[in-house]
């Protein structure tokens, strides 16, 4: 399976700036990295995966119910490197078990 992570990257840093832009972020918050399922997605074995990573994991559903993998990182510096590299870690543990990033969120 192959991904863009030049093209992922470059979505984090302008949606981070956006946001940036708009609101009085906090220093440190715990980052949230949101994972949907294809077909063959094997949930224990990303959940294994991203928690020996250090990411804190819980299957749950949006508003829809549809069913996503959470995936947190605690305490983190709020920047827009930080989600990055979160973020790419986190997608290239989970790709492999059959799941796609769908976004990312903070809260402190």
């Known amino acids: ?6 093209a ?3 979505e984090t840093y302008a949606v981070f700036e956006d ?5 009085d ?3 440190i918050a715990d980052i949230d990295y949101a ?3 294809g077909d063959s997605a094997d949930w224990d074995a990303a ?3 991203l928690s020996e990573a250090g990411f804190e994991c819980e299957p749950v559903e949006d508003d829809d ?3 996503y993998l959470a995936a947190c990182l605690p305490d983190q510096p709020l920047t827009a490197m930080a989600i990055w590299l979160g973020e ?3 997608t290239r543990l989970a790709m492999p078990h059959g799941f796609l990033p769908d976004g990312w969120g903070f809260s402190a």
């Open 1 to 6: 399976m192959s991904h863009d992570f030049d």
């Open 8 to 10: 992922q990257r470059a």
């Open 19 to 23: 946001i940036q832009a708009e609101a």
């Open 25 to 27: 972020l906090p220093d």
């Open 35 to 37: 994972f949907t399922a």
């Open 47 to 49: 959940e294994a995966a």
């Open 65 to 67: 119910g549809t069913p």
């Open 88 to 90: 790419e870690a986190a």
